[in-house]
């Protein structure tokens, strides 16, 4: 995603993308060993046991994070001012004309510099973006008992 701050917003998000990542591990190696000893035979209770392994999970997780972007779905984080809506310049009502102003700037392909120059309190949407390159979460498990 780009940080130019004079390309527009309907050009920097891209919606309706058939992948959430534009390039994912294609091997996930996950390599497993495990034991068990009965070290004084088969005739006695004892065990040793464990196992290690590698680990991963499916990126599925993290790409429900995608589903609350703009222009669908826009969360603003406001800060500075009161609570309580009915005040003048309120956090709510000032959530609310920044909303405003990116679904008109969104649909008119307008800069942030842009929007700024009309709605002096705006605050940017929080986006959701991922890197060019995306791995899959990986972890190490391990377990060693004696029964």
Known sequence: ???DPNQPYNQAILINQKQAFQGLDKI??????SFAWQPFGVTHKTVLDGGIGVFHDSV???AS??????????????????????ETGSLFSKAAASNSAFI?????????AQIQATVP????????????????PQYQRWSLQLQ
């Open 28 to 33: 996930l190696w996950s390599p497993r060993f």
């Open 65 to 86: 994070n995608f589903f609350n972007n703009p222009p669908l779905v826009n969360s603003f984080t406001v800060t500075g001012d009161g609570l309580t809506p009915d």
């Open 104 to 112: 008109n700037a969104f649909a008119s392909g307008q800069t942030l």
């Open 1 to 3: 995603m780009s940080h």
């Open 121 to 136: 309190n705006f605050f940017p949407p929080g986006i959701t973006a991922a890197e060019k390159r995306t791995r899959a």
């Open 60 to 62: 599925d997780s993290i």
